[in-house]
């Protein structure tokens, strides 16, 4: 089975700009969460969506929004970019159920200068 | 809310030494319990899990067990191996309805020498 899928690996943006990022889970998945890593904060829990609606949310301002298809591909947006939202960001998918594992994909990494 | 502590790192080992990473949780309900690892330039690879009291989880010779009443899940291995050299993340999914939430620890950098 294929794994989770992230795309682009690698963006770089200016100040201001908005940022769209993809997510394809494994096959048959159809919870897929969103997570930001960065040196100073570690590991933060983004959003998750199932089944096209978002079911959970965290921390994060109205600047950082997601989306799910009928298909369980998910994208994550980030607007009006701000130097501190340079970080790696990583999604991961489940079946669905709580206790599940998250299998998580390799990351895009984006860099705002 | 919900946290996960992890020991202060980095931690250097030599080849075949005895591995403990400690992890305390604070949670509500009955949380599930993961180590994750993460080797450089890539995501988060599940290393094992424990989803009740006193389960222990095992994979690739690391073992983790599910302590209530400490609220602890240290991670263990016998004998480490150059390529164990990593960054691991204790994590919890807690009870409830909080779906898709993984809470990780700061993440213990490893590091093992030959």
């Known amino acids: 089975k294929a794994g989770v899928t992230q795309t682009p690996r690698y963006l770089i943006k200016t100040r201001g700009q908005q940022v769209t990022l993809s997510c394809s889970p494994i096959?048959?998945?159809?919870?897929v969460s969103w997570y930001q890593q960065t040196p100073g904060q570690g590991l933060q829990f983004l959003f998750e969506?199932?089944?096209?609606?978002?079911?959970n949310k965290g921390n994060f301002p109205g600047r950082f929004s997601g989306r799910q298809f009928s298909n369980s591909r998910s994208e994550m947006n980030v607007s009006t970019l701000e130097l501190g939202d340079s970080a790696l960001y990583l999604c991961?998918?489940?079946?669905?159920?709580?206790?599940?594992?998250?299998?998580f994909g390799p990351g895009t990494r984006l860099l705002v200068l | 809310g919900d946290s996960v502590t992890q020991m202060e790192g980095p931690v250097t080992l030599s080849e075949e030494a005895f591995l403990t990473i400690n992890c305390t949780y604070t949670?509500?309900?009955?949380?599930?319990l993961f180590w994750y690892v993460q080797y450089p330039g890539e995501g988060l690879q599940l290393l094992l899990k424990?989803?009740?009291?006193?389960d222990k989880g095992s994979n690739k010779g690391f073992e983790a067990t599910y302590r209530k009443e400490t609220t602890s899940f240290h991670l263990e291995k016998g004998s480490v191996q150059v390529s164990d050299s990593a960054v691991y993340f204790c994590?919890?999914?807690?009870?409830?309805?909080?779906?898709?939430?993984?809470?990780f620890g700061q993440g213990t950098i490893l590091t093992v020498h030959p």
């Open positions: 949670a509500t309900g009955y949380p599930s």
């Open positions: 969506y199932f089944s096209e609606t978002q079911r």
């Open positions: 991961a998918s489940s079946p669905g159920d709580r206790k599940e594992t998250q299998y």
């Open positions: 994590a919890l999914v807690p009870g409830g309805t909080s779906y898709g939430k993984l809470t």
């Open positions: 096959s048959g998945h159809r919870s």
């Open positions: 424990a989803t009740k009291a006193d």
